[in-house]
């Protein structure tokens, strides 16, 4: 994202004529910003395909005889200007991305082969693999006939943006006709109250596997909805409840504890203090692998930017990435899943009375407590 504010703090008046197309004369800042995570995405999704310069000519020229997509010339314009900018900042560093490694080493091993050999690959967090990775694996196992090892979770594949792809997850035993699957049936973090809510939140889903986990550890109702119509001071009271500084705040945006918090906060090094007490707030990919003794997620409205988040992909992004949803909200089904499995103890939602969003819903239908601020 650096290189896209560069670009147009550095060259807005060269491309201001394209912008204002893009975005007519009195756009507003949010309108920009989201055009900045339309190219930041495009672009990550074009390098984690291994697409090259010449690619972008076949995007143009489908995008010629699409009425529907015409439109987007000038945004692909400014892309193509902004991904140059980019590949040619890491020449001058003589630096590559993580996409280049990946990338690049494929090709290096097509060309040349291996100098080692290795009789095991074990890879993790498999669920998140894309299909240049994919490629990379079985090109080293084709090589070296390596026997493969992988663990993942289809429950908490939340990087589809960045290109990857949970059909490769979950079609493991196509792709590797001779293989086996083993369940990993116990949790040592989530009472057993709490991974049968979860479980069966994110089982609704019907292409999940399907799977449940057995914990020792019991909570009585650990899930816990807080509606209110105020959200500063019942996320004060909560704090002041919970009376816990393993604490962990979490949204689904970076800004989404902007509507939580107030003057009293003092902000130092990624923590919030407030009446002696601290939490961390994160969202909801950043907290993926961390864990608190307890959790408070927030944003769970009934809105575009609220959880489930309704922003649709642009069009255009298809053009780079055919991977989308089959169940409807089913990343974003994911995401709540994750966040709802930070704790070890109780997750509090905060809500609004009017206009919760519909995970919230579909939650009250289970044995929950509900607490009225």
């Not at 949010?30 to 291994?50: A, D, V």
């Not at 987007?72 to 900042?89: G, M, P």
């Not at 090094?269 to 307890?294: A, M, Q, V």
């Not at 649709?312 to 909200?329: A, G, Q, R």
């Amino acid at each position: 994202m650096d290189i896209i504010n560069l670009f147009f703090n550095t060259y807005y008046s060269k491309y201001k004529k394209v912008i204002i197309k893009i975005l007519g004369k009195s756009y507003k800042i949010e309108e920009l910003n989201n055009l900045k995570r339309l190219i930041y995405t495009f672009i990550s999704l074009f390098k984690s395909s291994n697409y090259d310069l010449s690619y972008f000519k076949k995007i143009l020229f489908k995008i010629k005889f699409n009425p529907r997509y015409y439109q987007y010339k000038n945004i692909l314009l400014l892309i193509i200007n902004i991904y140059l900018l980019y590949e040619h900042n890491l020449q001058e560093e003589n630096s590559i991305d993580f996409n280049d490694m990946i990338n690049k080493s494929l090709k290096s091993i097509k060309e040349k082969g291996l100098k080692y050999t290795w009789k095991y690959i074990i890879i993790d967090e498999y669920q998140d693999t894309s299909l240049t990775k994919f490629n990379l694996i079985n090109e080293i196992i084709n090589i070296t006939n390596a026997k493969l090892l992988v663990v993942g979770d289809d429950f908490q594949s939340i990087y589809r943006f960045t290109g990857c792809n949970l059909n490769i997850f979950l079609n493991f035993n196509k792709y590797y006709l001779d293989s086996k699957i083993f369940y990993i049936k116990n949790t040592y973090r989530n009472s057993q109250e709490l991974i049968d809510i979860a479980g069966s939140f994110i089982m609704k889903n019907k292409y999940q596997m399907k799977k449940r986990l057995i914990s020792s550890k019991h909570l009585t109702k650990p899930i816990k909805i807080v509606l209110t119509n105020n959200y500063i001071s019942t996320l004060k009271k909560l704090i002041n409840k919970i009376n816990n500084d393993n604490l962990m705040v979490i949204g689904r945006n970076n800004k989404d504890i902007n509507n939580y918090i107030d003057k009293e906060y003092l902000i130092k090094d990624d923590l919030y203090y407030i009446n002696n007490h601290s939490f961390r707030y994160l969202t909801i990919h950043k907290s993926k692998g961390l864990e608190s003794d307890n959790v408070i997620i927030i944003n769970n409205e009934d809105n575009i930017l609220g959880f489930p988040s309704k922003l649709k992909d642009e069009p255009l992004l298809k053009y780079v990435n055919n991977n989308h949803d089959i169940y409807k909200y089913e990343e974003e089904r994911r995401l709540f899943y994750v966040a709802l499995t930070r704790t070890k103890n109780n997750v509090y939602l905060i809500a609004p009375y009017k206009g919760m969003s519909i995970f919230i819903k579909e939650l009250m239908k289970y044995n929950i407590e509900i607490i009225s601020d």
